[in-house]
């Protein structure tokens, strides 16, 4: 492809710098004559006083009061209620710290962290660090284990074994001290930073502190160091009475990228990351984490939810990898639409990452992928942790093959070829663990093309997601298979590929896992906004084009400012793979249009005009662009893409598929006035056939009758 090299637009850089908008309580402090002066308070402090004179007889142990705090605990754990005479100490409000008092008497002191004990839910504290029951960090108990710096706009978490937070936002994550979880990824002190997403349209995330690889030692002397670094000395202090061998400390900072800064542009999406308003009503605004981006959820909003099955899998999957199965282990997962596939697999590979350097990943399913936009099959290799969901990780594949619908029901022959050409692009000496993932189309054709993958590929696991105690499709087991018909492969068959049989030596047989899905609302389309399978679909290609916004912090520049490239029509070939066209209104229904950026095997002859293709190819894709508009008098396509132009010097193919631009890309175009490009208002729907066709699929087949 010829390219004339676009001229750069830079926008005016703003730093965004985030505020934190809680409410602020300032109170003088509190001083031995204002609590002398108080009555109620007097007496309060006499009693107790009485009550001291009787310990130095009796000299009752701390235990009594451990098992109270227990009792509480457990109160807390079956009512998620708070409770009514439990009120946030001064000291402790918006989790930053007071001068404390001076020349307090010992009885007085005592009395105070008596108090703060039952202000604490129940949480005693004795001496240097405190014991705490695990469970979900929420509300009033975060502003006693984490501390917030306003001056360098971060907060420092300590968390005990076991402890979760499971929250809503987006924030940078830094391992100080031990260890924490995350989707199954392990984050140690040393690490790099991780950023977490955890926007509405995906199950939250719950960041989970693991056993302290410092558990063998009794000073907390590295964790004090490291706390000085991060905080002033009030709040150290305080955190370091959390503090003991077995805890973790993560550093928590706000997070803006180009990705976040380009969505939130956009009136539907500026709330992504917010919680759902069912979790809002519950949710806790005034606490050391609030002003990072990071909105805490109480426990009865439930995070990832794992049932036995599903644990046993992963072990099973990652023990085979460790070592356990003799070869390269090829890991397909399948289940009907709603189960929780991509989840188990984003797991899985988290889980992997922990013990491997990488992991491979074959993408089949072309309506909800997880590293392009929709209606691509890939091929990826992935070496960082996916901490967030599909949208937030879109990245370049290996290989890639641009289909262009988000359903092969139309096409069912060249989606399985396309598979096999992916698959043959694979070293054969690789070892590196692979995942499959399939679509969610499990009946009639659907369940012959998945019967046709496990046959063309050597799988060694296959795990089967289902829910509500049945599977929604027959058992796939090694000798259901033996008798099961494909779309392509009929019995008795071993593969449908010889040259697979030799090169990657399959097993005969394989490991078959039967998961049960029993998260709120499996099987089951999200109703609320953002979790439409479309509007995830619409996520993606968006985050797909934020990668044209620039690094720099900086206002938001729209497509239509940015400078294309100038691209000849006689140097590519403009093909369509969903439907038929006429060449007369080929350039019509390519303007404004996503296209895929791809690299025929031969070379592209033109005789003076616009080259079109007749068919769909199976050819590699190295990206995807906007076709921003056709210059007739000149001859040229004018593209916007992210795509680098030693790269794009290779392409020689634009592929237009049914997949369309997000509405909001057309509408939102700030700068305009009167009518915008692309858009018209002389359109009638009630015209015959100006909607879109509706096709029905529940059509069964004789061959399908009793399957």
């Avoid at 380009?262 to 984490?289: C, G, I, K, R």
């Avoid at 720099?552 to 070939?573: E, I, K, N």
């Amino acid at each position: 492809m010829k390219v004339s090299k676009p001229t750069q637009v830079k926008g005016q850089a703003k730093s965004q710098k985030w505020k934190d908008v809680r409410g602020k309580r300032s109170r003088p402090p509190i001083t031995s004559s204002d609590l002398n002066s108080s009555p109620v308070m007097a007496k309060v402090i006499q009693e107790h006083q009485a009550a001291a004179v009787k310990k130095k007889k009796k000299k009752p142990s701390v235990k009594r009061l451990r098992k109270k705090a227990k009792a509480v605990s457990e109160s807390k754990k079956k009512n998620n209620t708070p409770q009514p005479g439990l009120k946030k100490s001064h000291a402790q409000a918006n989790g930053s710290s007071v001068s404390p008092v001076e020349k307090e008497s010992d009885d007085l002191r005592e009395w105070k962290e008596y108090s703060q004990y039952f202000n604490r839910n129940g949480v005693e504290s004795s001496g240097d660090a405190e014991d705490v029951r695990p469970g979900r960090l929420e509300g009033e108990a975060l502003h006693y284990c984490a501390e917030r710096d306003d001056r360098q706009n971060h907060t420092v978490l300590v968390m005990q074994e076991n402890q979760t937070l499971c929250f809503r936002g987006k924030c940078l994550l830094t391992s100080l001290y031990g260890r924490v979880e995350v989707m199954g990824f392990t984050i140690e002190e040393g690490q790099q930073s991780y950023p977490l997403f955890s926007p509405a349209s995906h199950c939250p995330l719950t960041i989970r502190a693991l056993e302290s690889s410092h558990r063998a030692r009794n000073d907390r002397t590295d964790a004090s160091v490291i706390l000085r670094k991060y905080l002033s000395s009030a709040s150290q202090k305080k955190l370091m009475k959390r503090v003991k061998s077995s805890s973790s400390i993560i550093l928590l900072e706000p997070m803006e990228t180009p990705l976040t800064r380009f969505l939130s542009s956009f009136t539907d999406h500026s709330e992504l990351f917010s919680p759902t308003m069912s979790e809002l009503v519950s949710a806790v605004l005034d606490t050391p984490l609030n002003g990072l981006g990071m909105i805490p959820l109480v426990s009865n909003v439930e995070g990832l939810k794992m049932s036995e099955s599903y644990r046993e899998a992963l072990n099973t999957v990652v023990n085979a990898c460790n070592g356990d199965f003799d070869g390269c282990a090829v890991i397909l997962v399948c289940g009907t639409k709603n189960v929780g596939k991509s989840t188990f697999i984003r797991f899985l590979i988290n889980t992997l990452l922990n013990h491997t350097t990488s992991v491979d990943y074959l993408e089949g399913d072309i309506g909800q992928t997880e590293f392009t936009p929709a209606g691509c099959l890939s091929m990826s290799t992935v070496r960082e942790p996916l901490l967030g969901p599909p949208f937030t990780h879109q990245r370049t594949p290996e290989q890639m093959i641009y289909f262009g619908q988000s359903s092969c029901e139309s096409d069912l022959d060249r989606y399985l070829e396309s598979l096999k050409s992916l698959w043959r692009r694979r070293p054969l000496s690789r070892e590196t663990p692979i995942i499959i993932n399939t679509m969610g189309w499990v009946k009639g054709f659907g369940f012959q093309l998945l019967v046709d993958m496990i046959r063309f590929f050597p799988v060694s696991h296959l795990v089967q997601l289902s829910h509500g105690g049945t599977t929604q499709c027959p058992v796939l087991t090694p000798d259901f298979l033996r008798m099961a018909h494909g779309y392509q492969t009929h019995p008795p068959a071993q593969t449908a590929l010889d040259e697979f049989t030799e090169s990657h030596s399959p097993p005969r047989s394989y490991t078959h896992l039967n998961v049960q899905s029993d998260f709120q609302g499996v099987g089951r389309q999200g109703t609320s906004k953002h979790q439409r399978t479309n509007e995830h679909r619409e996520l993606s290609l968006l985050s797909y084009l934020s990668q044209l916004q620039s690094a720099d912090p900086g206002p938001v520049r729209p497509l239509h400012s940015l400078t294309p490239y100038q691209v000849p029509h006689t140097a590519v070939a403009l093909g369509v793979t969903h439907c038929e066209i006429t060449p007369s209104h080929m350039f019509y229904a390519a303007n404004a249009s996503l296209v895929g950026l791809c690299c025929l095997g031969e070379k592209i002859t033109s005789r003076g005009g616009p080259v079109v293709l007749s068919q769909a190819p199976i050819c590699p894709c190295v990206g995807f662009g906007v076709l921003r508009g056709i210059d007739m008098e000149r001859g040229l396509y004018l593209l916007l893409t992210p795509v680098d132009p030693s790269i794009l010097r290779k392409v020689n193919c634009l592929l237009l598929g049914s997949l369309s631009l997000p509405s909001c890309i057309i509408t939102s175009q700030p700068g305009f006035e009167g009518e915008m490009p692309y858009i018209t208002t002389d359109y009638s729907f009630d015209l015959t056939g100006a909607g879109k066709l509706r096709v029905f699929k529940g059509m069964t087949r004789q061959s399908q009758i009793g399957m």
